[in-house]
């Protein structure tokens, strides 16, 4: 149990052009999704939160308008890159919690996106 | 806000010894203490967590120690093997949100 996954799981573009990146919990509904950025031998950087039907909530120096975060659904949320420059280029990971902040600790990520922008 | 340090950022072991890894936080508040393991390429996998109202827990081969008072924990794994090579990450979160803030990671390398 406690599945999720991720698509694309690598993913070329070019400069300029918008990339989506999908997460999905697959045997459980996640009330809460989070997405993470990852630089090569680096911890994992919160991008932001988001909670079903409503807005995300960013980290501080996260842009909300280069990082669309969606999540429509108890068991999708999606990330868009937009205007993607070769800085954007990493490795983006989700991650998924069941049920509401005061009933539910665990995360459990996805496999991760590699996007590189040529 | 939470500062979580971890310890060390590489650990090379022989096949069949232990290995230790140790984290410190700040935040007396946080009550919630999960252990990722990461294979290259692939997502964290929880493999290990602690509530701040227990001391120790373990799993098969895998145990986490907690001490509130010093505010640090600890992984401990037994009896290695060359599959348990990974980065390991440890994090501490606390009620409200549960969002953790993660240690740097240990490379953990089991020599055959």
């Known amino acids: 149990g406690a599945v999720v996954s991720q698509h694309p799981s690598r993913v070329i573009c070019k400069s300029g052009t918008s990339v989506k990146i999908e997460c999905r919990s697959l045997?459980?509904?996640?009330?809460?999704m989070f997405w993470y950025r990852q630089f090569p031998k680096q911890s994992l950087m919160l991008m932001a939160t988001s909670n079903e039907g409503s807005k995300a909530t960013y980290e501080q120096g996260v842009e909300k308008d280069k990082f669309l975060i969606n999540h429509a659904s108890l068991t999708l949320s999606t990330l868009t890159v937009t205007s993607a420059h070769p800085e954007d280029s990493s490795f983006y990971i989700c991650?998924?919690?069941?049920?509401?902040?005061?009933?539910?600790?665990?995360?459990?990520f996805g496999p991760g996106t590699r996007l590189t922008v040529t | 806000g939470e500062n979580v340090e971890q310890h060390p950022s590489t650990l090379s072991v022989q096949e069949g010894d232990s290995a230790v890894i140790k984290c410190t936080y700040s935040d007396s508040a946080s009550n919630y203490f999960p252990w990722y393991k990461q294979e290259l390429g692939k997502g964290p996998q929880l493999i290990i967590d602690i509530r701040s109202n227990v001391g120790e827990k373990k799993d098969q081969r895998i145990a986490v120690t907690l001490n509130k008072t010093a505010k640090h924990f600890s992984l401990h794994i037994t009896e290695t093997q060359p599959e348990d090579s990974a980065v390991y990450f440890c994090?501490?979160?606390?009620?409200?949100?549960?969002?953790?803030?993660f240690g740097r990671g240990t490379s953990l390398i089991v020599h055959p």
């Open positions: 991650s998924a919690r069941e049920g509401t902040s005061g009933t539910s600790y665990e995360q459990y």
């Open positions: 045997d459980f509904q996640a009330t809460t």
């Open positions: 994090a501490a979160s606390k009620g409200g949100s549960y969002i953790p803030t």
